[in-house]
């Protein structure tokens, strides 16, 4: 069936890092693509998204390229920022059989250090 | 414009107890989704509804259900409840069915099952 792996964490960063956050899918098709971020004691916010292979997604700094030929998603910015510390999810829209359905990676948790 | 409100946010039951959560999505969104948080299984789907019907649904047993009503507000119930029904339950709002339009997720439900 349609997964969703992504790197476990804890990520500790400095600020001012380079992030990457790995993430892969497998599924049936092409289907769109998805990160998803959620800041201690609230819901999911959408990232960012991509719809197609090939289409660059990107929002406040982050980019993730859907890769069809490595079947990847991966999160990545040139310069995080303590307020980025978070939890990052990757989920992927596919098909069940009870119609489609978002599917998610475990959670990768962020912490940027001063 | 007012986000995902869900009801209660906080909540305490006895395994056999049934429960009932609300959500009310984004003024204007037809579309709710419920998905379940837990630390062992993270984010799963349980199910979609568009315009009063579900379109969509995870794999949960039957205890899991859910409503929609015509003011798109949403509750899901969970019957005989048990210890690993113990979790987060978000909401999430969009425009439209399906996924590739913006999920706006409330902040949850956490549910505690003694």
Not at chain 1, 21 to 45: D, H, K, M
Not at chain 2, 7 to 27: A, E, F
């Amino acid at each position: 069936g349609n997964s969703v792996t992504q790197m476990e964490g804890p990520v500790t960063l400095s600020e001012e890092a380079f992030l990457t956050i790995n993430c892969t899918y497998t599924a049936t098709g092409y289907p769109s693509l998805f990160w998803y971020v959620q800041y201690p004691g609230e819901g999911l916010q959408l990232l960012l998204k991509a719809t197609k292979a090939d289409d660059k997604g990107s929002n406040k700094g982050f980019e993730a390229t859907y890769r069809k030929e490595t079947t990847s998603f991966h999160l990545e910015k040139g310069s995080v920022q303590v307020s980025d510390s978070a939890v990052y999810f990757c989920a992927q829209e596919g098909l069940t059989g009870g119609g489609n359905k978002l599917t998610f990676g475990t959670g990768t948790q962020l912490k940027v250090e001063l | 414009k007012a986000g995902v409100t869900q009801t209660p946010r906080y909540l305490i039951k006895t395994r056999g107890q049934q429960v009932t959560l609300s959500c009310s999505p984004i003024s204007g969104h037809r579309s709710v989704s419920w998905y379940q948080q837990t630390p062992g299984q993270g984010l799963q789907f349980l199910f979609e509804y568009f315009s009063e019907t579900q379109r969509n649904k995870g794999n949960f047993p039957g205890r899991f259900s859910g409503r929609q009503f015509s003011n798109s507000r949403s509750e899901m119930n969970v019957s005989t409840l048990e210890l690993g029904d113990s979790a987060l339950y978000l909401c999430a709002s969009s425009l439209a069915e399906g996924f590739t339009d913006t999920q706006y997720f409330g902040p949850g439900t956490r549910l505690t099952v003694l």
